[in-house]
């Protein structure tokens, strides 16, 4: 979304971070362009968030038809890993999602790797993630046809996160999972065990029991990774080379086979609307927002963490670490498993739908100038309302050429608009 700035006459001025990410990277981008451990992908990230709502990229004049006055609504990158261009994705993601979501209870879970895998995973970022994703949903559908849990098809969506509030790298798997699924006769929706508890026992308060989901996850990541080993699909850092040898890479995973993962699980949301409201907080977040920065000077970078708390880090190290999360590019971060997969859409989510709420109207997906409409209602601003006088109509003028060649999608009002000139 972008920041509405009045020009230098006055005027309202939109609620806005007073630090980007933006202000970071730009006294160091040199620095860091020029290091050898950088790859495609964060270089890309680096030129699109420095340009985004800039004039390098263009955009529109709108002139207020009350007061004249002339603002200018830059262009945004659209690289998914820059902070400012999440929002409208945000929504319609989720308005997509409730076309789709079931009406029944949902649960989320977070699986995470191990502190010992992340040295691989950053050199096999696409296959660690992958396996990831695919491991953790794998292990919710498991459960799911278990019968003594439910004894159907679940739906599950997974989304990729790799760090920690610090900005550390840290790989972990969110899911949102259905609370129940459908037969396999396709005749009824299973309810899960746990809803039912036999008589004398306490009702389980999660879906299914974490410590044993931890334990099949890790059984079907370990095996990924001796897969993907004998196929000589691994890369290793200088200090992990010795891993390339069989022997050595069986040594270093016996330790992790007897060792607990992690997986984490909350009790169930209140609806289908607060899951997809819940997770869509997560699926197009990137490491840190610019409203979480404090302050920032040449010499620190101070960013909140976890509710009151804060870190500090040397501007170079906070950028470090920003663009150790870039994600690789073409990886499906949000991915839909279970009976929430497109194979599924047509036919068994639709029968499901039905078997849950059988008088129910079909549902229509929300019109894209509906959404947006609903983001700007967010922010408390119209698109067409006049920054400066508050009265006026603002229209568009003329179009303001890229100062590179790249068209991306046009934004609000941003600030005085330059002259006209000629678009080539």
């Not at 005027?11 to 990410?21: E, F, I, K």
């Not at 303001?400 to 999608?409: E, M, Q, V």
Request: aromatic share 8%; with cysteine; net charge positive.
């Amino acid at each position: 979304m972008a920041h509405v700035v009045p020009h230098a006459d006055g005027g309202r001025q939109a609620d806005r971070p007073p630090w980007r990410v933006a202000d970071v990277l730009a006294p160091h981008a040199q620095a860091l362009l020029a290091e050898r451990g950088l790859g495609p992908e964060q270089r890309r990230a680096i030129r699109d968030i420095l340009r985004c709502r800039t004039p390098a990229l263009g955009g529109f004049a709108y002139v207020c038809d009350h007061c004249g006055a002339v603002y200018a609504a830059y262009n945004a990158c659209r690289n998914r890993n820059c902070p400012s261009c999440q929002s409208l994705a945000q929504r319609a993601w989720i308005e997509r999602r409730m076309v789709r979501v079931l009406p029944t209870v949902h649960y989320h879970v977070v699986f995470t790797l191990p502190a010992e895998l992340r040295p691989i995973a950053r050199f096999n970022r696409p296959l660690i993630y992958a396996e990831l994703l695919r491991a953790a949903a794998q292990t919710l559908i498991a459960f799911g046809h278990d019968r003594r849990h439910i004894g159907g098809l679940i739906g599950v969506t997974t989304v990729l996160h790799t760090w920690a509030r610090d900005l550390r790298y840290h790989p972990h798997a969110h899911c949102v999972v259905t609370a129940g699924g459908l037969a396999p006769d396709g005749t009824r929706w299973m309810r899960p065990r746990s809803e039912h508890p036999r008589q004398g026992r306490k009702r389980r308060p999660f879906l299914f029991p974490v410590k044993a989901l931890g334990m099949v996850f890790r059984a079907k990541v370990l095996d990924a990774l001796k897969r993907a080993h004998q196929r000589g699909r691994l890369l290793f850092g200088r200090d992990q080379r010795h891993l390339a040898d069989p022997v050595a890479f069986r040594l270093f995973l016996e330790p992790l086979a007897r060792k607990p993962w992690v997986v984490y699980a909350k009790k169930p949301f209140g609806g289908p609307q607060q899951v997809f409201e819940y997770l869509g907080r997560y699926t197009h977040r990137v490491a840190i927002s610019d409203g979480r920065i404090l302050d920032l000077t040449d010499h620190h970078v101070t960013f909140r963490t976890k509710g009151e708390d804060t870190a500090t880090l040397e501007p170079l190290a906070f950028a470090r670490r920003f663009l150790q999360h870039v994600i690789p590019r073409g990886f499906t971060k949000i991915r839909h498993f279970g009976i929430y997969a497109s194979a599924h859409v047509g036919k068994r989510l639709e029968h499901a739908r039905q078997l849950l709420e059988p008088d129910a109207p079909p549902r229509a997906p929300t019109p894209v100038s509906d959404l947006t409409d609903a983001l700007l209602a967010l922010i408390g601003l119209g698109p067409q309302r006049c920054p400066d006088c508050g009265l006026g109509t603002l229209r568009r003028a003329y179009a303001i050429a890229p100062l590179s060649g790249r068209r991306p999608t046009p934004t609000l009002p941003q600030g005085r608009a330059p002259p006209p000139r000629t678009t080539p």
